[in-house]
Each structure stands twice: as structure tokens, then as C-alpha cells.
């Protein structure tokens, strides 16, 4: 009713930083706890899986894919952007070439979508640019004097930034349309695993269509990333790696290949 009176879900005590919508679905993203999800209007909440164990600042929706800003007031790695496809049954990190480091506080608090763009303001790394779903990121910091962004918003043709020190910053979109460059309709993604199930190692063969940036990784069932086997730029064609399992513990697990824009799983299980 526009606000006119309130009702709390007296089971959910956890301080929230942010709040998306999928249809039916609803997120909140907490301040130690990861994100939880709704699918009864609020009435009830569950935590999402395989969620690292950071804050998340903020939540962004393209389609059906949803993005999380995480953040850490300890050192350490891990925090950035995570995506899912799944409404956050599992999660995998899209944070390749995004750098969101400073001494005191480090992270991604505030995400904007505009069509396919998805905007992240980090904390001592200003705004950055994907335009591949998290796949790859752009610095987009021309004129911008202050760093640390605590909020991004569309409106029009322009994207604000709240910034820690020194106001409201604005930039035209039409700024960003040379580097919105979306995946072809056409480009294909494929790849495949032998031997599966295996025993130590198994060879992860990626055959994409078109060249560009590529991230391939193993989690479990948990989406815990358990290797990173390869984060970088790709040609057309067949490449194939190693993933040694030897130091792992058997079990089923996932292989993850993102690259322009497009995402594949594929179940793979070590035996002992």
C-alpha cells in the first residue's frame, strides 16, 4: 500500500544490505551470512548454497542470472562478484579482471544492471564495466576523482555513483556503448571431460567458436570453488588442460567454463 504500513517476518533478524527480485523469487543479501531467498513473498527465508562467507552488499538481476557484490573488513581474497544461474543453488565466482583492493576495506558494494551491462562500485577501485555476465571486467573511471563507491544507479541515459567522499558523480551511457560489445547469437560453447568418471587427472577439452576472455574452474557440491585451472584470453578452436586431482578428496563435483557470455557445468566424478 505505498508504504503506508509495514509487516516484519519476525524469523529473520539478520542485518540486510540488499534486496532482488526473479519473479516469485526474492533475495536478501546479508551483512555476514551470504544471501537468502524467498519464494513465499517474504513470509519465509532459506540460505542460498555454496556461498562464501562474506557480506553481500548488493545483488543485481539480469535475466535469470543473479549477481552478488561481496565485501570483507578483514585481508584476505575471495570477496568480488559471484553469479548464479540457478536461483542460487550454486554459485561461481565473475570476478576475473575486476580490482576491488584497499588496505582497510575491500569489496564491491554496489551494483547497477542497464540491458546486459552490469556495473560494480568497488571500494578503492572505483566502477567497472562486464558486459559477458561477470565473465570479464573493464575499469570505467575517466573523471572520476573518488574510488571508493558506495552506490550505482540507472536513470535514463546516465549511470549515478555515490561515492564515499565526495558526493554524486554522473556519466552518460552512451559513454560505455563502444565497449558493450554482447556475445554473438551465434557464438558457441562446448566442452567435455575424459576420461568421467576418473581416478587423479581427467583432460577438460573447451571448443569455443569465437576467441575471448575464458574462466574454468572445478567446485563441489557445495559451488566451493575446489581449482581454477584457467583464467585468460582464448582463440577459436580446441584447447585442452589437466585438472590433477590427485590432492582432492573423491566425490562428485562440477566443471564450470565461462566465456562470452555464456556459461556450461558439467557433473564429473573422482574416484579413489
Known amino acids: 500500500d505505498n508504504g503506508s504500513s509495514w509487516q516484519h517476518d519476525t524469523n529473520f533478524h539478520f542485518a540486510v544490505r540488499s534486496v532482488a527480485v526473479i519473479g516469485s523469487n526474492i ?9 537468502f531467498h524467498s519464494t513465499d513473498s517474504g513470509m519465509s527465508w532459506v540460505p542460498t548454497g555454496g556461498f562464501p562467507s562474506f557480506g553481500t552488499a548488493s545483488l543485481g538481476i539480469i535475466g535469470t542470472n543473479i549477481f552478488a557484490g561481496t565485501y570483507s573488513y578483514e585481508s584476505g581474497s575471495g570477496y568480488g562478484v559471484f553469479s548464479s544461474t540457478d536461483s542460487g543453488t550454486n554459485w561461481i565466482s565473475a570476478s576475473f579482471g575486476l580490482s576491488d583492493r584497499e588496505a582497510s576495506q575491500q569489496g564491491v558494494l ?10 560494480a562500485g568497488t571500494i578503492g577501485g572505483g566502477v567497472f564495466l562486464s558486459t559477458d555476465f561477470g565473465a570479464s571486467w573493464t575499469a ?30 554522473r556519466r552518460p551511457l552512451s559513454d560505455f556503448a563502444k565497449l558493450s560489445v554482447s556475445a554473438s547469437k ?7 571431460t575424459y576420461p568421467n568418471p576418473f581416478t587423479d587427472k581427467t583432460t577438460i ?5 569465437e576467441s575471448g576472455v575464458a574462466e574454468l574452474l572445478v567446485v563441489n557440491i557445495l559451488g566451493e570453488e575446489v581449482a581454477r585451472i584457467f ?9 585442452s588442460f589437466t585438472w590433477d586431482a590427485s590432492a582432492s578428496a573423491p566425490g562428485a563435483y562440477e566443471c564450470v567454463v565461462r566465456m562470452n557470455g555464456n556459461a556450461r557445468e ?4 573422482l574416484g579413489k
Open 231 to 239: 583464467t585468460g584470453e582464448l582463440s577459436a578452436g580446441e584447447h
Open 27 to 35: 533475495f536478501a543479501g546479508t551483512e555476514t551470512l551470504g544471501v
Open 205 to 209: 577439452t573447451i571448443s569455443p567458436s
Open 140 to 169: 570505467i573511471n575517466v573523471g572520476l576523482s573518488d574510488t571508493s563507491i558506495y552506490s550505482l544507479y540507472v536513470k535514463g541515459s546516465y549511470l549515478f555513483a555515490g561515492s564515499g567522499d565526495s558526493g554524486v558523480w
Open 110 to 119: 554496489a551494483l547497477a544492471v542497464s540491458g546486459t551491462n552490469l556495473f
Open 266 to 269: 558439467l557433473p564429473i566424478i
Open 186 to 192: 551465434s557464438a558457441q560453447l562446448s566442452f567435455t
